[in-house]
């Protein structure tokens, strides 16, 4: 097995006047500018589990990226 290493590019601190780091957000923070990794499982179609997403969290704007086919 080959082994792997992890490379960081540089380690900047955040400008506060573009954003903090999301470690420092609270959960509405979160909720309106985040990403849900979502792994959908057969059945429903991704437009009725972003329909589900938005009527269970209180965000404004949602949408999904795209669907992957399996094989």
Known sequence: M???????RTEEETD???GKPPSERNVE???????INLDKPVGPSSHEVTAWIKRILPVKKIAH???LEPP
Do not use: D, M, S
């Not at 923070?29 to 990403?35: H, K, Q, S």
């Open 2 to 8: 080959k082994k792997r290493e992890i490379l960081i």
């Open 16 to 18: 506060p006047r573009y």
């Open 29 to 35: 923070e979160l909720i309106e500018t985040g990403v």
């Open 65 to 67: 990226a795209g669907t």
